[in-house]
């Protein structure tokens, strides 16, 4: 009851997948908490390089976004769902990007409202936090949930999902 | 150790327009708590969220925001807990709040709320301070008006 763990996800190895996904999600909750510790198996720090994807949809977003870098902020309004900022393979051995997604009232016949918070820090010399407010304008329950499509995960990158329910 | 988790304290989904939310009798079974609000209003405005019912100058806040072409940061006095610097009619806004160590009677109550608008206010994130060592056994959220259809769900959270 209350906050429960659906499923966690572990990059165990080198494959680098492209998606971490969860599948079948159960609609007895009230909001669903997407949690994502995350390194791209690739390059520099990937900025906003990945999507968030709703039911396989990785359209119909709108947001309005609060970065800073630690040492300027900026605001910017935006159509589409990117994910956090991840450290890549040049960044210090080690260092993930973290994230929470909330998404309230995931089954309901309304658009939904998503909340996202997240930090990038790569021992001390690059830094992004960011907060972004979505709406995702489908009125469909949310079944599937995905981060990925453009960059690949490296191993130990994890992401779970929780589901609050009201009982 | 227990697992922190959440539990359902009291919920509202409104079936029609009103002018305030109340949560009440609020046990002190719990850490913290989490108010998690998904409303629109009927009309623009800034709205309140009162512990004990208390609308005296006793709130103090700090907050910053991005509204897409933006930022901004202030910190004030004020006589609520600030869950949202501003309501825009018929704007769908997520705020989530938690509430820390709400039933302790010796320490002021400290909250942090991120709120969520993404049509115009945009993101932003309050941390707000009620001067009063009291437990907190009520909150009241006001404004005119929670339009139908928002929803209000507090949770506890377990230490």
Do not use: C
């Amino acid at each position: 009851m209350g906050m429960q763990l659906i499923e966690t996800i572990e990059v165990t190895d080198t494959s680098a997948p492209l998606y971490l996904e969860f599948a079948n999600i159960d609609q007895d909750g009230v909001d669903l908490l997407v949690t994502l510790s995350a390194r791209a198996a690739s390059g520099t720090p990937q900025y906003r390089s990945n999507y968030l994807w709703l039911n396989g949809l990785s359209s119909g977003f709108s947001a309005i976004r609060l970065s800073g870098n630690g040492s300027s902020t900026s605001s910017t309004s935006a159509s589409n769902s990117y994910a956090p900022t991840m450290t890549g393979t040049s960044a210090t051995a080690s260092t993930f990007a973290n994230a929470q997604y909330y998404i309230s009232n995931y089954t309901s016949s309304e658009n939904k409202a998503i909340a996202l918070d997240s930090v990038t820090e790569n021992n001390g010399t690059t830094v992004f936090m960011l907060i972004d407010a979505y709406q995702w304008a489908n009125t469909d329950a949310i079944t599937n949930v995905k981060i990925g499509g453009s960059t690949t995960f490296a191993q130990y990158s994890t992401a779970s999902l929780y589901k609050i329910t009201a009982d | 150790m227990a697992t922190p988790t959440y539990t359902l304290i009291d919920s509202t989904v409104l079936s029609s327009a009103a002018s305030s939310v109340t949560f009440s009798s609020i046990p002190a079974d719990y850490r913290d708590l989490v108010l998690v609000v998904e409303a629109s209003t009927t009309a623009s405005g800034y709205s309140t969220l009162r512990a004990n019912s208390d609308s005296g100058s006793n709130y103090t806040y700090v907050h910053m925001n991005g509204n897409g072409s933006g930022t901004s940061s202030a910190t004030g006095t004020a006589s609520t807990l600030n869950l949202y610097p501003y309501f825009y009619a018929g704007n769908k806004n997520l705020v989530i709040t938690q509430i820390m160590d709400y039933s302790a009677t010796d320490k002021h109550k400290t909250a942090l709320a991120r709120g969520n608008d993404p049509t115009t206010t945009g993101a932003y994130a309050i941390a707000s301070r009620w001067a009063n060592t009291a437990a907190i056994t009520s909150l009241t959220l006001a404004i005119a008006d929670w339009a139908a259809g928002s929803t209000f769900y507090l949770y506890g959270i377990e230490a």
